[in-house]
């Protein structure tokens, strides 16, 4: 049979998701649905679960402690508890609910249309087609979805900023986290620079920030300004540059170059969506992962067994 000739796919689904965040994912897992999406919605890597969430679950039962020095904006402060890595658990219910059949289209849809009220039109990126009919479609991301309803409500955008820093000097120190009561540079997350390989000590450092769609187009918090703030934060909290020798007029002491960092690249992920009204057969999902968990108990299905 020459494949290269099948353009179009039938698929019919009682029930079908249409999003890939950690949320939609859970849905599916704990219901046996199956999922489409545009684009990917891991979670960032520093995104944590609370460490009061059970995970156990899911087989999960780990709790790191944060930052070794953890600190408020150059002030010592206990060690902070964080739960794992919200992408660790995303990754395991990716692969299971793909291992399970759930993922028909993976990541080769390149558009949604809502045809009618039970049909949806999947494109591919190699112009093939797939045709999905459903009883229920539930919403959980409209990220290249076309023909939805028009929404009933659009909240003020707001984003949550990551600017990256490649660290040229003061890659070395104890800290791990600092943090300020200002939402511009609100966290400076210090992890193992991916610019070198193997197993080290030396800290890169990401700038997370909470703006509004107007404050990105002003310059005051540009990611320029969030370099610079940055470098304030660090040597407020004593970290110091790479080391320079011995201190001529004291020789048990040492000098240090200043901090030096270089702006790497700027990431926003907008935390607003707009609002729909759900019909008799299209639901829009906004349930957190928590209500999830309490609405949802587990059926017995194929993609649990193999968990």
């Known amino acids: 049979m020459n494949h290269s000739k099948i353009r179009n796919i039938n698929f ?20 046996n649905t199956p999922f489409i999406f545009v684009e ?34 150059g002030h010592s402060s206990p060690n902070k508890l964080i739960g794992i890595g919200k992408d660790i658990l995303w990754e395991k219910l990716y692969f299971y609910l793909t291992l399970a059949g759930l993922n028909p289209i993976a990541d ?28 229920e479609l539930i919403i959980f991301s409209d990220e290249g979805v076309s023909g939805l309803p028009l929404p009933v409500e659009f909240p003020e955008k707001k984003y949550k900023v990551y600017d990256w820093f490649d ?5 070395k120190h104890d800290h791990d986290f600092l943090e300020d009561d200002n939402d511009f540079v609100k966290q400076i997350l210090f992890y193992p620079t991916d610019r070198i390989d193997g197993e080290h000590n030396l800290k890169d450092a990401v700038a997370i920030s909470y703006l509004s769609e107007w404050q990105l187009d002003d310059f005051d918090y540009s990611d320029i300004n969030a370099r610079f703030k940055t470098l304030y934060m660090m040597k407020k909290a004593g970290i110091r540059g790479t080391r320079n020798g011995r201190d001529m007029n004291d020789k048990t002491k040492f000098k240090y170059y200043a901090v030096k960092i270089e702006n790497s690249h700027r990431e926003l992920e907008l935390l ?15 349930s957190t992962f928590d209500d999830i968990i309490r609405k949802h108990q587990l059926l017995d299905s194929y993609v649990a067994r193999i968990f």
């Open 12 to 31: 019919t689904y009682d029930k079908v998701v249409v999003g890939s965040t950690l949320e939609a994912l859970l849905y599916c897992y704990l219901n």
């Open 167 to 171: 660290v040229r000097s003061g890659m």
């Open 40 to 73: 990917l919605e891991r979670p960032n890597r520093f995104d944590y679960f609370n460490p009061d969430i059970d995970l156990s679950f899911f087989g999960i039962n780990y709790i790191s402690t944060s930052p070794p020095q953890s600190a408020k904006f």
């Open 108 to 135: 080769k849809a390149s558009s949604i249309k809502l045809v009618t009220a039970g049909k949806l039109k999947v494109f591919t990126h190699k112009a093939r087609m797939a045709t999905i009919s459903f009883k």
């Open 272 to 286: 607003t969506k707009p609002s729909y009204q759900s019909t008799a057969s299209i639901k829009f999902n906004t």
